[in-house]
């Protein structure tokens, strides 16, 4: 019964580990995603860049009709 015990805690363990771990590599990607697209769009501020951000987050999220969500995967001509 102990040795369960410490089986389920261990595991418990791991997965508050991979958890973390995960919790960083996104918080990594989040942050060379955002230099990327800085250094792409050559924006020297926070607010230069949330003020793209916004402007371009509507053409992302609508088509030009404003009705279909765009699908990156879609061809463009």
Same mark, same amino acid.
């Given at each position: 019964?102990? =040795?369960? *015990?410490? +089986? *389920?805690?261990?595991?418990? $363990? @791991?997965?508050? +580990?991979?958890?973390? !771990? @995960? ?6 990607? /989040? ?10 769009? !050559? ?6 860049? *949330? ?9 992302? =999220?609508?088509?030009?009709?404003? =009705?279909?969500?765009?699908?990156? /995967? $879609?061809? @463009?001509?």
């Amino acid at each position: 019964m102990a =040795n369960n *015990i410490e +089986k *389920i805690t261990s595991i418990e $363990e @791991q997965i508050a +580990k991979l958890k973390e !771990k @995960q919790k960083m590599i996104e918080q990594q990607m /989040h942050k060379n995603i955002g230099q990327e697209v800085l250094k792409a769009w !050559k924006v020297e501020s926070e607010q230069e860049a *949330i003020e793209w951000i916004q402007k371009l987050a509507v053409q992302v =999220n609508r088509k030009e009709d404003g =009705n279909e969500t765009w699908d990156p /995967h $879609e061809q @463009q001509s």
